[in-house]
């Protein structure tokens, strides 16, 4: 089984795989298209966390996980990306990608794609609201800001550059206490 990771799941998956792979995914794109009320902000305060929307392309993550552990680990994923009693702000889906670095390789990966039915579903966001509601989400997995910052971090080590969410954190006000 292959899982297509586009967002935190890169720099923190939760569960063992046998291989990571820089991936392509074409048909969408990576976005701040979800209001996050708990995971990375509050009702009163919400934040924004990413989603897997219609159109472009998403470089991102194959992991690779070993037959046997498959089903632990789409237990682990619905758990974590579909929480029982929260709206389905995602539909896992099994989507083409191709496997940079295996030239020729396309695999059907699981992907968790925003649902664009959901209420906390918002397209198109500004740039700078994006960065201004990012800038001040905090929630029950830590800053908003962090989120933002960790994946760029990480698609910038895998040499992967997204305009998007480069222009995001360039819009973000300096961080509290920094000089």
């Not at 990608?97 to 992907?111: E, H, Q, S, W």
């Given at each position: 089984m292959w899982v297509?990771?586009?967002?935190?799941?890169?720099?923190?998956?939760?569960?063992d795989h046998a291989g990571q792979h820089r991936a392509l995914l074409r048909g969408f794109h990576r976005s701040f298209c979800l209001w996050s009320h708990r995971y990375r902000g509050t009702p009163e305060q919400p934040g924004l966390?990413?989603?897997?929307?219609?159109?472009?392309?998403?470089?991102g993550v194959a992991f690779r996980v070993p037959g046997r552990e498959a089903a632990e680990v789409l237990r682990y994923l619905d758990d974590r990306e579909l929480p029982d009693g929260a709206e389905v702000v995602y539909h896992r889906r099994l989507v083409p990608?191709?496997?940079?670095?295996?030239?020729?390789?396309?695999?059907?990966?699981?992907?968790y794609v925003v649902n664009r039915a959901c209420r906390n579903y918002v397209p198109k966001l500004d740039?700078?609201?994006?960065?201004?509601?990012?800038?001040?989400?905090?929630g029950q997995m830590g800053a908003n800001r962090d989120y933002l910052l960790n994946t760029l971090g990480h698609l910038t080590q895998l040499g992967v550059r997204d305009a998007g969410l480069e222009r995001i954190a360039a819009l973000l006000p300096a961080?509290?206490?920094?000089a």
């Open positions: 297509f990771a586009y967002g935190s799941l890169i720099w923190r998956p939760g569960f966390v990413l989603g897997l929307d219609r159109g472009g392309a998403c470089h990608v191709r496997v940079l670095d295996m030239p020729g390789t396309v695999v059907p990966a699981v992907a740039p700078a609201k994006a960065a201004a509601v990012i800038a001040q989400g905090i961080a509290q206490g920094a």
